[in-house]
């Protein structure tokens, strides 16, 4: 029968990563060194490996402190947040100061030239100021070929220039239209040292020439008369006419660098107060979390310590506040946990006792009963047919009795940790022929036949001959009982450090959850079967244990209908830290590996809806033993082999609740 404890774990000093442990960056940083147990990969090429190892290296502290510490990381996204709400809150603000401020220099800007404009009108003719220039009818005023006419529009420049000494620029164009008389007075004439044809932008000038009424602004460079470099200005235009009737163009151009001054001004404060809000956030951040954060420390390490046996730890608890009220709680827990492991000890001890007390003690009546039940045995001839019937059994129950009396005193050796392991360096070949010759007879009787594969060249291995032995013999006396007279394939491999057997049938196989329920103590697959051989449902649990004293694992896959495979992986010397399995635990004519589903269909013709057809009961032949590549395992120092799927290994089940 399929019985027995947990299945096994990793050898010691392998680290167990939890599923919350893993991110995907460590997964995509990993990719070219985890490989499916087995599986062949296209080579890469060595410096690429080298560049990957170089990039790596530094990241690995900063990723492990990432993942590990979650102050760092509250503290971390405290500052990104932060950074982010300054960054928007500074981008609002210079805007709205931006456009205040722009706002308020048009504002000023064009209340000035207007009033530019009107003086410039009133100087032209002081008795049809506001008219343009003009007569009320529209005429034009004033003598046409004034010879005074240069010089008064330099003074007016002069004039209007004279009350904004840095804070606006005026220039005037004349048109260059007019008779020969009028040459000299058509020049620009501009304050300061600033160049007026490149100063105010042409479109302006060809909008004031096409228009000729209302003034029109426009952003424009300052150009200096000694320099190419511009200064951000506004310019503000309108077409007028001099004394001497002809039409100019006036400008008023005001920079910006009160303004440009006045936003850095801004910047620069909000960009101080920014780091210092954001420096002060952090800090806040870092001691309120430290607040929380130190009294979860403490927990996990007194929650370490008493998982490491030291059961009389304590949370120092100060204060009344939630904090202390989980301290309280803590320790509260801590204490029960206490008294129960003590009181539960106490029972193992207890029961342990008994059992093995009990078992010593059996073994003086059952000698007794042996001998009795060989001598009735022994004259069951003479007895009628049902007293004879009945002596056979007695002896057959006597033998299994004896039988189970044994596995209970091992077993009990195990639970005490008195179990000793005396490893030596041996042939499996030599301990898989012999358990191959001891089950002959019952495969006979069950119409199997044993197979051996694997057994070309030696597979030499520091173990203990007898357990191992005894491990072999279990599996393959289960496979020949669940093999339904089919063949029972027993396959052996060495490579990279570890050795392995599997024991492959062809029987009922194990249904969904059992490749892990199979290990427990007096657990059946089918408790409806009968055991024809006698066991005492103890087997595999003293499997395991025995495979977990080697430092190995003992592993079961399955599937209804279509058999199951143990693999016992042990490495190849004693006190090894295995690290896979050159025999995957899957076999390869599997039907998934066969591309078939449950019922032996294809997938893809049961997707076309092909009928099923009905279950037969024609042998399954073994496929050829897979080529173990002894690169496949890390051992050789090429690569690590990765987890392999859920349920074939014992990462998965230490993960999903420490029960191998």
């Known amino acids: 029968m399929r019985s027995g404890g947990a299945a096994p774990e990793r050898g010691a000093g392998r680290p167990v990563e939890t599923a919350g ?91 000035q030239a207007e009033g530019g404009f009107q003086a410039a009108r009133a100087a032209a003719d002081p008795g049809a100021a506001g008219a343009d220039g003009r007569g009320q009818d529209g005429s034009q005023t004033g003598g046409r070929g004034n010879p005074d006419a240069g010089a008064w529009l330099t003074g007016l420049v002069q004039q209007l220039a004279s009350g904004g000494q840095g804070v606006y620029y005026v220039v005037a164009l004349t048109t260059g239209a007019g008779d020969a008389a009028h040459v000299g007075t058509r020049g620009p004439r501009a304050s300061g040292d600033i160049d007026p044809e490149r100063s105010v932008p042409a479109d302006l000038r060809r909008k004031l020439d096409g228009t000729r009424t209302g003034a029109f602004e426009e952003p424009t460079l300052i150009k200096r008369s000694a320099s190419d470099e511009g200064e951000p200005a506004l310019v503000i235009g309108k077409w007028l006419y001099d004394v001497d009737g002809t039409g100019y163009q006036l400008y008023y151009l005001f920079p910006f660098t009160q303004e440009e001054k006045s936003l850095s001004l801004i910047k620069g404060t909000l960009a101080t107060a920014g780091v210092f809000l954001v420096v002060l956030l952090g800090a806040i951040a870092w001691l309120v979390v430290r607040q929380i954060v130190t009294p979860v420390r403490m927990a996990a390490g007194i929650a370490e310590r008493l998982a490491a046996g030291v059961l009389q730890e304590r949370m120092k608890v100060t204060g009344e506040d939630d904090i202390a009220r989980l301290g309280e709680s803590f320790n509260k827990m801590a204490q029960n946990l206490q008294v129960k492991i003590q009181q539960l000890e106490e029972l193992s001890r207890m029961q342990r006792r008994f059992v093995s007390d009990v078992s010593h003690e059996l073994r003086t009546p059952l000698t007794t009963v042996r001998m009795a039940a060989e001598v009735i045995h022994e004259a069951r001839d003479d007895f009628d047919p049902v007293t004879a019937r009945s002596a056979e059994l007695l002896f057959g129950q006597v033998d299994r009795f004896e039988s189970l009396l ?251 609740g420490g029960r191998r």
Not at 79 to 93: D, K, P
Not at 628 to 651: F, H, I, K
């Open 406 to 656: 044994a596995d209970l005193l091992e077993i009990s050796r195990f639970d005490a940790g008195a179990a000793a392991l005396e490893a030596e360096p041996i042939d499996l070949r030599d301990v898989v022929k012999r358990v191959v010759d001891a089950a002959l007879p019952l495969a006979e009787r069950k119409g199997s036949r044993l197979l051996v594969r694997g057994d070309g060249k030696p597979v030499t291995a520091e173990v203990d001959p007898r357990r191992v032995e005894r491990v072999l013999r279990n599996l393959v006396v289960n496979a020949v009982e669940h093999g339904e007279g089919r063949d029972v394939v027993v396959r052996l491999a060495a490579a990279g450090g570890a050795v392995a057997v599997a024991v492959r049938d062809y029987g009922v196989g194990l249904k969904p959850g059992e490749a892990t329920r199979v290990f427990n103590r007096f657990w059946r697959a089918d408790p409806a079967r009968a055991r024809t051989t006698g066991g005492t449902g103890l087997g595999l649990s003293i499997a395991v244990e025995d495979a977990r004293l080697h430092g190995g694992w003992l592993q079961a896959w399955g599937e209804p209908g279509g058999g199951s495979q143990f693999r016992l992986t042990l490495p190849a010397t004693a006190g090894g830290v295995l690290r896979g399995s050159p025999i995957p635990l899957e076999p390869d004519d599997s039907r998934r590996k066969r591309g078939l589903n449950e019922a032996g269909v294809p997938l893809s013709a049961a997707g076309r809806g092909a009928p099923v057809p009905p279950q037969t009961r024609t042998p399954v032949r073994p496929s050829p033993p897979p080529v173990v590549d002894p690169a496949a395992l890390p051992g050789s120092g090429a690569r690590v082999v990765a987890r392999p799927a859920r349920g074939e290994d014992p990462v998965d089940e230490a993960r999903d």
């Open 21 to 111: 442990g893993i991110s995907l960056l460590r997964r995509l940083w990993r990719a070219g060194r985890l490989l499916p147990e087995g599986a062949a990969t296209a080579p890469v090429h060595p410096l690429l490996r080298l560049y990957m190892r170089w990039v790596r290296r530094p990241l690995r502290p900063a990723m492990r402190l990432w993942v590990r510490n979650i102050q760092l990381r509250v503290v971390a996204t405290t500052l990104l947040m932060s950074i982010a709400v300054v960054l928007v809150l500074g981008v609002v603000v210079i805007g709205q100061v931006r456009n205040g401020l722009l706002e308020a220099k048009r504002n000023a800007a064009q209340s």
